[in-house]
């Protein structure tokens, strides 16, 4: 859910919440909310929007196979430099650092994102997690979205590939399970990027993702998004004076 879900009480003439916000509906749910007819949601909803859209583009670019009489498909190349204009804006910059201005995004709208973007993740994956641990449930949404959102930062823009990552990230972190091999693992640049998303998602209430976590870890995946963020910096993002937020006074979340 991009938002908390409400439904209007027509006896008492009050909205009442029936899901939180990353909550999903099983079908049974669905049918016995159906006499109540319409789910409303708050102004909120409308701040998650333009994350929603711009997967839906990046998800239109990595589809996208035209008939070899019309074009020729266009170079890796090009696709990824697409991708990285269409999340370059989506990236807010607000505050000082040690390497300056920061790129700055809240997990909620990665999440947001990622599950526009990739596979719908299996109904009883969804549901085990959320029966055994809210926070579990949480924290392997906002992490298996970071790897999708790492990922595609450094070109890696197959979609197939994308969902199942997003899919293995999800699983071991609702299952308390490790993400990762021993540092020394030959194949090792998909886990370093998990480890990135790993070390920049330590809890479910992390606040902000920074691309400044990037700066100083000594991994080749990690020095291959820094150097990417930077251009982001440099070329698409820009300073937003009202960062997209879930907390505060129009958010769902304290703070």
């Given at each position: 859910m991009l938002?908390?879900?409400?439904?209007?009480?027509?006896?008492?003439?009050k909205y009442v919440a029936v899901k939180e916000p990353l909550d999903f509906f099983k079908p049974e749910e669905l049918e016995k909310l159906r006499p109540l007819g319409i789910f409303y949601l708050p102004e909120f909803a409308e701040t998650a929007l333009p994350y929603r859209e711009a997967a839906r583009q990046v998800h239109a670019l990595l589809s996208w196979k035209p008939k070899l009489h019309q074009a020729l498909p266009p170079a890796p190349y090009e696709i990824s430099d697409s991708v990285l204009r269409v999340m370059g804006p989506l990236w807010g910059t607000r505050g000082e650092t040690g390497t300056g201005e920061d790129l700055e995004i809240e997990p909620f709208f990665v999440a947001v994102f990622a599950n526009e973007l990739c596979d719908l993740l299996p109904g009883e994956s969804l549901q085990a997690a959320r029966d055994a641990s809210i926070d579990n449930y949480e924290l392997a949404i906002f992490r298996s979205s970071w790897a999708v959102w790492l990922a595609l930062t450094l070109g890696w823009c197959d979609l197939a590939f994308l969902s199942a990552l997003r899919k293995r990230v999800f699983d071991a972190v609702a299952m308390g399970q490790a993400l990762t091999g021993a540092p020394t693992d030959p194949a090792v640049e998909v886990d370093e990027l998990i480890a990135c998303a790993e070390k920049s998602i330590k809890e479910a209430?992390?606040?902000?993702?920074?691309?400044?976590?990037?700066?100083?870890?000594?991994?080749?995946?990690?020095?291959?998004?820094?150097?990417?963020?930077?251009?982001i910096r440099k070329e698409f993002s820009q300073p937003i004076e009202n960062l997209p937020t879930i907390y505060g006074e129009r958010g769902f979340a304290d703070g």
């Open positions: 938002s908390p879900v409400y439904v209007f009480m027509k006896l008492n003439q209430k992390t606040r902000a993702l920074f691309a400044s976590d990037f700066e100083q870890a000594p991994t080749r995946a990690a020095q291959k998004l820094a150097f990417r963020l930077r251009r």
